[in-house]
């Protein structure tokens, strides 16, 4: 069994026991949440699928950390100028796991 869920905007494929990153979601490590945005659910033999979403779908989801992404290095450069300029970023992610899909 597995779901597509819409978390912060974007569409992740889930099924019982997967860890998935997202965009930092505010709550404390161990915090249970209901992502109740879903988009498809599939069982194996029947498939339902959302206009847009799935009536009273929801998949059950536990916080297990936040932690943050491999920097992105942004370096812009202006030839001839004696112009650079060196930037960095790091996102926050939330690392969620996946414990039960709800019809």
């Known amino acids: 069994m597995y779901a597509i869920v ?3 905007g974007k569409q992740y494929k889930v099924a019982p026991d997967d860890v998935i ?9 161990r915090n249970k949440i209901a992502l109740d945005k879903v988009l498809l659910i599939s069982d194996g033999s ?3 699928i959302g206009q847009p979403y799935v009536e ?6 536990e916080i297990v950390e936040q932690v943050k ?3 992105v290095i942004i ?12 930037t960095g970023h790091r ?8 414990k039960k899909i709800n019809k």
């Open 46 to 48: 029947k498939v339902d």
């Open 21 to 29: 990153e997202v965009n930092q979601i505010e709550s404390n490590d």
């Open 69 to 71: 992404a491999a920097k």
């Open 91 to 98: 996102q926050k992610l939330t690392k969620l796991l996946i």
């Open 56 to 61: 009273g779908a929801s998949v059950d989801a």
């Open 75 to 86: 370096f812009k450069y202006l030839r001839r100028k004696d112009s650079h300029k060196k």
């Open 6 to 8: 819409e978390v912060s």
